[in-house]
C-alpha cells in the first residue's frame, strides 16, 4: 500500500512530548501508516481527556417538526417487508450523519396509518416504545397483544417476535427506543423475519405479561427465583406512573422523604425479577417536576434523550438552552451538565445507556458540587 492509500493519517506536531519534526520522523511516520500503525503520543489527548469530550451534542427536535414530517411519510411510503417500520430516527449533529441520537442510543418517531399492520420481525437488539399522545395501535410481543396509549412505557426485549397493527381509523405515532447503535458498534447484531401472515388479531383489555406480572410487590410463585436479564412486563400503564409520581409529591408536601430534590419526583422503570433496569442496555425514567422548580445541574457517564410528556421547561445542557413543550424531544451527551427549570411544571420521559456503564464499572455523576 502507498502511502497516500493508507486509512491512517498520523497528525504530527511540536506540542509538549512530541519529537524533533526532522526528515527522518517524517520518514517513520510514512512507515507508520503504511503499515497502518498509530502512535499514543500523537493521540493521547483526543484518546483519553482528563474527562468525557463526546463527539455527540445536546440537540433538541420538536414534535411540532417530527409529526407532520411522519404524517408525509404515512402518505408517501408503505410499510411493510423489507423496509420493516415507518420508523425516522433522530440523527445527532455530531454523530457525522448516523441515524443515532446518540453514541449508544437510536430514537425515532414511528407512524402507523388506520389497518396498517407493520410485520413480524425479532432482533437482538433491544427496544421500548412510549406514547406521548394517542392511541389505536396494538404490539404483538411474542403472541401477546399490547395496547398501547397515552403515557404508557412498552417493552420489546431483544429477540422477541414483534409486529404492530393499527387497528382505529385514526393514525398514531410514538416513540421508539432501541440500543441499536451500540450493537452496530460491537458488531453483535442478529436479525429475523417472522411470519407474513398476520393470525393475531384479539384486542384484550390486558396483556397476558401484565396479568402475570403487573402487580404491585408481587411475583407468581411459579417463577420463584427466577431472574431475566430483561423485564417480563410488556406494558408499564400511565395511571401507575402517574399516582407513583403524584404520591412522592404529597408525601414531600406532608415532610416525608422520596423525592429526588425539592419539587422533583422521579420514579425508574424496573425488572420485578431483579429489581434492576428493565433491559441490560435501557434505563427509563418519569420525572416530574412542580411549578417553579429547577433541578440541581447534573452530569452523568453515558448518553441520555428525554421527551417532554406535559408542561414547559427550560433546559440547559452544557452550552446549549432550549425551552421545550409536550413531545419535544433533546438529548444529554456523556458528561454535558444539565438543569431543567419549569414554570408551568412539567412530566419528563427520560431514557439511557446507564446501565451499560455501572456494569462496566465506568459509571460517575456529578450534582453540583458533590461527586457520587
Ligand atoms: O418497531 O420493531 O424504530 O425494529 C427501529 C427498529 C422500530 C420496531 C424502530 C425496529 C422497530
Ligand atoms: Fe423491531
Redesign the pocket.
Known amino acids: 500500500m502507498t502511502p497516500t492509500e493508507s486509512l491512517v493519517r498520523i497528525k504530527s506536531s511540536d506540542g509538549p512530548g512530541q519529537p524533533v519534526r526532522t526528515a527522518e520522523l517524517d520518514a517513520l511516520y510514512h512507515r507508520f501508516e503504511d503499515e497502518l500503525l498509530v502512535p499514543l503520543w500523537t493521540e493521547i489527548g483526543d484518546l483519553m481527556p482528563t474527562q468525557p469530550s463526546p463527539a455527540a451534542r445536546a440537540h433538541l427536535w420538536r414534535w411540532a417538526t417530527l409529526l407532520p414530517l411522519a404524517a408525509r411519510a404515512g402518505e408517501l411510503v408503505p410499510v411493510g417487508r423489507g423496509g420493516?417500520?415507518r420508523?425516522i430516527?433522530l440523527a445527532n449533529p455530531g454523530l457525522g450523519g448516523a441515524p443515532y441520537a446518540t453514541p449508544t442510543l437510536?430514537a425515532?418517531i414511528?407512524y402507523l396509518c388506520p389497518g396498517e399492520d407493520?410485520p413480524v420481525?425479532r432482533?437482538t437488539?433491544h427496544?421500548f416504545?412510549f406514547v406521548v399522545e394517542g392511541e389505536g395501535v396494538w404490539t404483538v410481543v411474542d403472541g401477546d397483544p399490547v395496547a398501547m396509549r397515552r403515557g404508557d412505557f412498552l417493552l420489546?426485549p431483544g429477540w422477541r417476535f414483534?409486529g404492530?397493527h393499527n387497528v382505529s381509523d385514526v393514525p398514531m405515532a410514538w416513540l421508539?427506543g432501541?440500543d441499536?447503535p451500540f450493537v452496530h458498534h460491537t458488531g453483535s447484531a442478529f436479525f429475523e423475519l417472522g411470519p407474513d401472515t398476520v393470525t393475531e388479531r384479539e384486542t384484550p383489555a390486558r396483556s397476558r405479561s401484565e396479568r402475570l406480572w403487573a402487580h404491585p410487590g408481587l411475583r407468581p410463585v411459579s417463577s420463584a427465583g427466577e431472574r431475566t436479564t430483561s423485564s417480563p412486563i410488556a406494558a408499564y400503564r400511565w395511571e401507575h406512573t402517574d399516582r407513583a409520581l403524584a404520591d412522592q409529591l404529597t408525601l414531600e408536601d406532608e415532610g416525608h422523604p422520596g423525592v429526588v430534590e425539592p419539587g422533583h419526583a422521579a420514579v425508574r422503570f424496573t425488572n420485578p425479577t431483579s429489581g434492576g433496569d428493565v433491559m441490560p442496555t435501557i434505563r427509563a425514567e418519569f420525572h416530574r417536576l412542580r411549578p417553579g422548580a429547577t433541578t440541581a445541574a447534573r452530569r452523568e457517564v453515558g448518553s441520555s434523550v428525554f421527551q417532554v410528556f406535559t408542561g414547559e421547561v427550560s433546559v440547559r445542557v452544557g452550552d446549549a438552552a432550549w425551552t421545550a413543550a409536550r413531545g419535544d424531544l433533546f438529548v444529554v451527551p456523556s458528561w454535558q451538565p444539565l438543569t431543567i427549570t419549569t414554570d408551568s411544571g412539567a412530566d419528563l420521559f427520560r431514557f439511557s445507556d446507564t446501565p451499560i456503564f455501572e456494569r462496566l464499572g465506568q459509571h460517575r455523576v456529578r450534582v453540583e458540587g458533590g461527586a457520587r
Open positions: 420493516e417500520r420508523a430516527a437510536w425515532a414511528q407493520a420481525h432482533h437488539q427496544a416504545r420489546t414483534h404492530h421508539d432501541l441499536i
